[in-house]
C-alpha cells in the first residue's frame, strides 16, 4: 500500500510527540499530537484506537489531568465516530457504530489509566462504569450489527451471482451462512 504524504506527516508526528514525551516535554507532545489528529482527520486511512489514545496519559504527563476528559469528550470522541463513519462507509450503520464504541471503550480506559495514576478514586470508578456500560453496549450490539452486514453481504451476492444461493460459490454460501 502506498502512503500519501498526509499519512507520512502524521507518522512523522507520532515519533516526534514520542521524542518528546521522552525528553519529559508533555505539553509539546500534546501539541504535536492535535496536530498530527487534525491529519488523522483528513486521511483516506483509518486509524486505530491507539493512535487517537496515545494523547491521554500526556495531559496527566504533562499536569493538565483536568483537560484530559472534556478533550475526549468534546474532540476525541466526535473525530473517531466521524473517522469510523467515512473510513467504513461501505459497511453497514450497525457495524460502524458497533466500532466507533470500541474506539468509546479505548478511550475511557485511558482516562481510567490517568485517573488511577493521579489516584483519584471518583474519577477511576466513574471511568471504569462508563467503560462497563460501553462494553455492555458492544455485546448487545454486536450480534445485530453482525447479522445485518450479513443480510447486506447477502443482498450484494444475489445482485451478483442472483437470488439462487445454491449457484453461488461454495465459500460465499459458507461464509454467509446459506
Known amino acids: 500500500m502506498e502512503h500519501k504524504s498526509i499519512d507520512t506527516e502524521i507518522s512523522e508526528l507520532m515519533k516526534l510527540a514520542t521524542a518528546k514525551s521522552k525528553e519529559n516535554k508533555y505539553s ?28 491521554i496519559p500526556y495531559f496527566q504527563k ?8 472534556k478533550f475526549c469528550i468534546e474532540y476525541l470522541i466526535p473525530v473517531t465516530t466521524e473517522a469510523i463513519k467515512n473510513g467504513m462507509s461501505q459497511r453497514c450503520k450497525q457495524i460502524q457504530d458497533l466500532h466507533s464504541l470500541q474506539h468509546k471503550s479505548a478511550i475511557y480506559e485511558k482516562l481510567c489509566l490517568i485517573a488511577k495514576r493521579e489516584q ?24 445485530l450489527a453482525e447479522e445485518q452486514e450479513r443480510q ?17 460459490p461454495e465459500v460465499i454460501r459458507k461464509r454467509l451462512s446459506v
Open 152 to 168: 447486506k453481504e447477502i443482498k450484494e451476492m444475489q445482485s451478483v451471482f442472483g437470488a439462487n444461493t445454491n449457484s453461488w
Open 62 to 69: 504533562a499536569g493538565k489531568y483536568q483537560e484530559a476528559e
Open 28 to 55: 509539546e507532545a500534546i501539541e504535536i499530537l492535535k496536530s498530527a489528529l487534525l491529519k488523522i482527520s483528513k486521511s483516506a486511512l483509518l486509524y486505530g484506537h491507539a493512535s487517537y489514545t496515545k494523547i
Open 120 to 143: 483519584n478514586t471518583d474519577d477511576q470508578k466513574r471511568f471504569t462504569a462508563k467503560k462497563l456500560e460501553i462494553e455492555q453496549a458492544i455485546l448487545t450490539a454486536r450480534p
